[in-house]
């Protein structure tokens, strides 16, 4: 079973699962990533309420309304944690004059990155890098309110998905998910107070599901064990 974007073409589907069948697996199953990591994340995907989830990865974010084990509305973004790393680079090379690695950029992202300003706490880090103008090693403290600023426009793109998922998603639905609230799951679910900025950006309460970081692969596993359950969800055989 291979998870896969929602807005995968029918070319990329059958790329996959012969990929999957050459690679030496009897049978290929196809499900969309949304699907999965609302099951890992202990979501009644089958049910007639609508279920929202939020999946942020490293590449993409994937934004899902799920009802009756299909996906009734959606919006798939390039925008996940690897460009949050890249607007930390972008923003230390420019405001600091400091060249760093993307190991270093998430390392900061996860020590002291918060998706919004905390008043009254202020942590900070030394960071190593090598300095522009004279090419030589040099350390800088910076801190948490700076990566805050640095990553919001990233993080406003991720929102503006959330917003159009929500825009199109059926009155019924959009009440159910205003009393329950969304899910999110992904590994980019653990920077500190994500939850908290989109829940202020949309008005719906955004709970982060547990162990954000294996809730895809968790799906993964349920589905293949429970194929009749999930039968309308997995999309190719092969």
Do not use: F
Request: aromatic share 2%; with cysteine; glycine share 10%.
């Amino acid at each position: 079973m291979v998870s896969v974007p929602a807005g995968i073409t029918s070319t990329e589907r059958r790329a996959v699962t012969e990929a999957a069948v050459h690679a030496g697996a009897k049978g290929a199953y196809v499900v969309k990533e949304p699907i999965l990591a609302a099951i890992g994340a202990g979501l009644p995907i089958n049910s007639a309420s609508g279920n929202m989830i939020v999946n942020i990865g490293g590449g993409t974010s994937e934004v899902a309304v799920i009802a009756l084990g299909g996906i009734v509305s959606w919006a798939s973004v390039r925008v996940a944690g690897n460009k949050i790393d890249h607007a930390i680079t972008d923003y230390i090379k420019k405001k600091h004059n400091l060249a760093i690695g993307e190991r270093t950029a998430e390392y900061i992202k996860v020590t002291i990155g918060s998706a919004v300003s905390e008043k009254g706490k202020e942590d900070s880090m030394e960071i190593r890098g090598r300095d522009l103008l004279n090419g030589l090693p040099r350390t800088i403290v910076i801190k948490s309110s700076e990566i805050t600023d640095a990553i919001a426009e990233t993080l406003r793109e991720i929102i503006q998905a959330v917003k159009a998922v929500l825009r199109e998603t059926p009155p019924e639905l959009a009440a159910d998910i205003i009393e329950r609230g969304m899910t999110i799951s992904g590994g980019t679910a653990l920077l500190r107070n994500l939850d908290q900025l989109i829940t202020s950006s949309t008005g719906v309460q955004a709970i982060v599901a547990e162990e954000p970081l294996l809730c895809v692969a968790k799906g993964t596993g349920v589905a293949l064990e429970n194929l009749d359950v999930y039968k309308k969800s997995i999309i190719t055989r092969k």
